[in-house]
């Protein structure tokens, strides 16, 4: 027993250092944990740090925008011409800012948050033509007494959005001789000083739209002889009197508060070409200079009640060179034919949204270059066209009168017509022919060789008579919203090659008695909200691309009208009708696998006697028409079928042998 200790402190040795290796090994095995990681870290030390989206250089044009820069990038190429850093987060603005860049021709600095402009900068860019510093902070500073300038070469700066106020724009004008356009739209002026742009002689347009602007001293624009558009519209201005900018050709002060324009007393020559006054106060018409170029007047949306027609001849305003004017939406009574002797090159007169109770143009000279006139929603009782009068007239908007009579022949007088609007007024039609009888005051369509498309919805109309159009080329008819309309068989007679558009929505009507197959270039047809039950025959010479049968009462669509149709038809809208699914089984299969828009499709149903609520057209199959077990339907019949020949058989058979055999007797 003795001699084996030995060997037993052998193993315990050996254990013992056995476990001291199990102690080692978990910091051995951190340490090779550790490592990679400390190796990356090393490594990741060693990068340069995350790049910035790089800016998008197209030859010499650098474009920095919306990368959350707070100057331009160093690496830029040198020789830059423009650089666009807008939408960004600069907020001061130095040399270094813009990495040294002294040969910019365009600079670009909009929407971002500059507050601070290092003096100077701009001296040593004797390239730079165009700068723009809207939507930033520069009222800050402005506030501390610090010059801009000078902008030797600048032609165009854009200070609008800057929260600027009377007297700050000064520090961003002076030593400006090379600018020309000038926007501070958007700030906060109330006033324009005498010498508010005495630092920038050569300036042609100036935006000061959206301030609140009260006073414009006087002389505020006399320096400024190459002055051609100004813009003070969304301000505050009550009046201008002696209006004497000479050179100027567009001015726009709508959305003031204007009550008064008067020119200056002058026989000088006016550039004006545009005058907008919309949106003022104004009850008297504006008194222009006698001597102009004036081409647009809007005057609409004011408290106008009456035109200058009283002047004397010295007094006068000649509108030689009037295209355009708007009147629309006053308190004007009446149009007397004088106010028009001098405007010789009239096109476009709107004078929608008065009060004005009688219109008439008797002498033929007058408004002879007028191409529309809008006399809608007025209060018209008479409307008179003498003999060759408005020759060129080609569109007449008279919507929403509640005109009752005309004289029958009133747009056969006026030779070059193509557009009437007749709608929401209470006309009716004339008939055609000698054995007429007509209701008083009707208005005949027929025999207008230049109308193309009339509009007389809503006119509360009873008949639409035979021929009604006939010799009228039109290409749309709108009768929609006449409920009761009753229309002849022959009441598109006439139109059978021109017309391309037809409307009769909302008419209530139940059946159509004309036979539109004829009408061979008609392409889009509204029937939409009446009480159809049937659709209109057509064959397969149709140029149907539009059908439109919404809201009718349509049970079943005549499938092979439908499939006379498909060639042509685009779109097709058949939503909110009582249509059964299994009557129509092939007309929505169709629709299902052709090339049909229905635009209304999620609208478009069926009935089905096995389902409670409608059914989405997209939704029907051929299965669901089957009757209950209806997959045997065929064999069931059948298999009836011979039941019935077996058992007709058996009768027979059975009828034979019940009958009783004749007695057979022979002599010998």
Not at 13 to 42: H, K, N, R, W, Y
Not at 363 to 378: A, F, M, P, Q, S
Not at 480 to 505: A, K, Q
Not at 648 to 656: A, D, E, H, Q, S
């Amino acid at each position: 027993m003795a001699g084996q200790q030995p060997e037993h402190r052998r193993v315990e040795g050996s254990l013992a250092e056995s476990s001291s290796s199990v102690t080692i090994d978990p910091v051995m095995a951190a340490f090779q944990l550790l490592l990679p990681l400390l190796v990356t870290c090393v490594a990741a030390s060693a990068r340069p740090p995350r790049r910035l989206p790089a800016c998008q250089v197209v030859q010499m044009d650098a474009f920095c925008s919306d990368l959350s820069l707070r100057s331009a990038p160093v690496d830029l190429p040198r020789g830059v011409q423009t650089l666009d850093l807008s939408r960004n987060h600069v907020q001061n603005l130095t040399r270094e800012t813009l990495a040294f860049h002294t040969g910019l021709r365009r600079l670009n600095l909009r929407s971002n948050e500059i507050h601070f402009i290092q003096p100077g900068l701009f001296v040593d860019m004797a390239a730079l033509k165009v700068l723009d510093l809207s939507r930033n902070r520069l009222n800050v500073f402005a506030l501390s007494n610090v010059r801009l300038g000078p902008l030797t070469a600048v032609e165009t700066l854009d200070l609008s959005s800057n929260g600027l106020y009377t007297g700050m724009t000064d520090y961003f004008l002076a030593h400006s001789p090379s600018l020309e356009v000038l926007a501070l739209n958007g700030n906060s002026i109330t006033k324009i000083a005498q010498n508010t742009f005495s630092g920038s002689p050569r300036l042609k347009k100036i935006g000061l739209r959206n301030n609140v602007i009260l006073e414009i001293e006087s002389g505020a624009f006399d320096s400024l002889s190459g002055l051609t558009e100004l813009d003070l519209s969304k301000n505050s201005i009550t009046c201008i009197t002696d209006f004497n900018l000479c050179n100027l050709k567009v001015l726009n002060l709508s959305k003031n508060s204007v009550e008064l324009f008067h020119s200056a007393t002058s026989t000088d020559y006016y550039c004006l070409l545009s005058l907008d006054l919309s949106e003022n106060k104004m009850s008297t018409f504006p008194l222009l200079p006698r001597n102009n170029r004036l081409e647009r007047l809007d005057v609409s949306r004011n408290q106008l009640q009456s035109v200058n027609d009283t002047a004397t001849p010295d007094e006068k305003t000649f509108f030689s060179h009037l295209r355009y004017l708007d009147m629309s939406y006053n308190q004007l009574q009446s149009l007397p034919e004088s106010f028009f002797h001098c405007m010789r090159s009239l096109e476009v007169l709107n004078v929608s949204n008065n009060c004005i109770g009688e219109f008439s143009v008797a002498d033929e000279g007058l408004l002879r270059t007028v191409k529309v006139i809008n006399l809608g929603y007025n209060s018209l009782r008479s409307l008179t066209f003498g003999e060759n009068t408005l020759r060129s007239l080609e569109k007449l908007l008279l919507r929403g009168n509640g005109l009752a009579t005309l004289d029958s022949g009133v747009f056969r007088r006026l030779p070059s017509i193509e557009h009437l609007q007749l709608r929401q007024n209470n006309l009716q039609i004339c008939s055609w022919g000698r054995n007429r009888q007509d209701a008083p005051g009707c208005v005949s369509f027929s025999s207008v060789p230049t109308l193309q498309i009339l509009d007389l919805s809503d006119n509360q109309l009873r008949t639409v008579p035979a021929d009604a159009f006939a010799g009228s080329p039109l290409k749309s008819l709108d009768l929609s919203l006449n409920p009761g309309l009753d229309m002849d068989r022959d009441s598109l007679s006439g139109l059978e090659r021109s017309l391309v558009h037809l409307l009769l929505r909302e008419n209530n009507i139940s059946s159509l008695s004309m036979d539109l197959s004829s009408l061979t270039s008609l392409k889009h047809i509204d029937l939409s909200t009446n009480q159809l039950t049937t659709v209109p025959a057509w064959n397969r010479d149709s140029s149907i691309e539009s059908l439109n049968l919404q809201n009718n009462h349509l049970v079943t669509l005549e499938y092979s009208t439908m499939l006379a149709l498909e060639p042509s038809l685009k779109t097709l809208y058949m939503g909110s009708n009582p249509l059964s699914c299994c009557s129509n089984l092939d007309l929505l299969q169709m629709v299902q696998n052709s090339a049909v828009v229905v635009p209304d499709i999620e609208t478009a149903t069926c009935v089905h006697q096995e389902y409670s609520e409608p059914v989405n057209i997209e939704q029907v199959t051929q299965d669901m028409c089957l009757r209950p077990g209806g997959r045997y339907y065929a064999v069931a019949a059948v298999v009836v079928a011979l039941v019935t020949v077996v058992a007709l058989v058996l009768l027979v058979r059975c009828f034979r042998a019940r009958k009783p055999e004749h007695n057979r007797s022979f002599r010998a």
